[in-house]
């Protein structure tokens, strides 16, 4: 059910939470209104669960060591080292294997051995899922085949990959991927044809006269 709550933390200016500056909470704060019992729930998830909290470390440690200082590229490789992960799967679409496959010669480069899936696997025709000949990419003039991001997951899976990476799958095809990966998972780089993959641009220039979102913010 929705929270009765009328305001989150994208209404909040002041980030007190980062540093626990409890005077400067807004009343509408979910630190200063926490659920105690949730939060107690969390944590001792971490406490007890010795990958969870290593996970989480290892993040905030290269967070403090590099900020600003490494491209997500190099972050990535700097975690996929220090969790010691040895056999790393990469979830790709087609159309971004060329990206796919330098992204896999640096990883060789640093030693690192790594599976790519396609999206595409199984070449299974999108009117298996109901997708109608006017609704295809070709317009129904021949075989196209859909995305199967649940096929990549089962694929890397029986591959026995440790650590998994997501290259551009579609908004909705990455969720079915994160749904099904059998272990844990990280996303390279976010599918957006309109800004190079690059979704943040469309926040960047939401005020600005090249916005399409004028209307949703009453400009």
């Given at each position: 059910?929705p929270s009765?709550?009328?305001?989150t933390?994208s209404d909040?200016a002041a ?8 005077a400067?909470?807004p ?7 926490v659920?105690?019992e949730l939060?107690d729930?969390v944590?001792?998830?971490y406490?007890?669960?010795?990958e ?5 470390a290892?993040?905030a440690?290269?967070e403090?060591?590099?900020?600003g ?6 972050e990535t490789i700097?975690f996929?080292?220090r969790?010691n992960?040895?056999?790393?799967g ?7 294997l060329?990206e796919?496959r330098i992204f896999?010669?640096?990883?060789d480069a640093h030693?690192?051995?790594s ?6 696997i199984g070449?299974?025709?999108k009117g298996f899922i109901?997708?109608p ?14 995305c199967?991001p649940i ?6 899976e029986?591959?026995?990959?440790d650590?998994n990476?997501?290259i ?5 095809h990455d969720?079915?991927f ?8 990280t996303v390279?780089i976010?599918?957006d044809?309109?800004y190079?993959h690059?979704?943040?641009a ?5 005020t600005s ?7 949703e913010l009453?400009?």
């Amino acid at each position: 059910m929705p929270s009765e709550t009328s305001h989150t933390c994208s209404d909040c200016a002041a980030r007190p939470c980062r540093s626990r500056d409890e005077a400067k909470y807004p009343p509408f704060c979910l630190t200063k209104n926490v659920d105690k019992e949730l939060l107690d729930e969390v944590l001792k998830l971490y406490a007890e669960n010795q990958e969870l909290r290593r996970i989480a470390a290892t993040s905030a440690c290269i967070e403090g060591e590099f900020y600003g200082r490494m491209s997500r590229v190099e972050e990535t490789i700097e975690f996929i080292k220090r969790m010691n992960y040895q056999y790393v799967g990469i979830a790709s679409c087609v159309g971004l294997l060329p990206e796919a496959r330098i992204f896999k010669k640096i990883l060789d480069a640093h030693g690192i051995r790594s599976y790519t899936v396609g999206c595409k696997i199984g070449a299974v025709d999108k009117g298996f899922i109901g997708i109608p000949p006017e609704k295809k990419l070709n317009r129904g003039c021949g075989h196209e085949s859909m995305c199967n991001p649940i096929m990549q997951a089962k694929e890397l899976e029986k591959e026995g990959t440790d650590f998994n990476i997501v290259i551009g799958l579609c908004v909705g095809h990455d969720t079915l991927f994160l749904k099904y990966s059998a272990v844990p998972t990280t996303v390279l780089i976010v599918k957006d044809r309109v800004y190079a993959h690059n979704p943040a641009a469309a926040l960047y220039t939401a005020t600005s006269m090249y916005s399409r979102f004028k209307k949703e913010l009453g400009l």
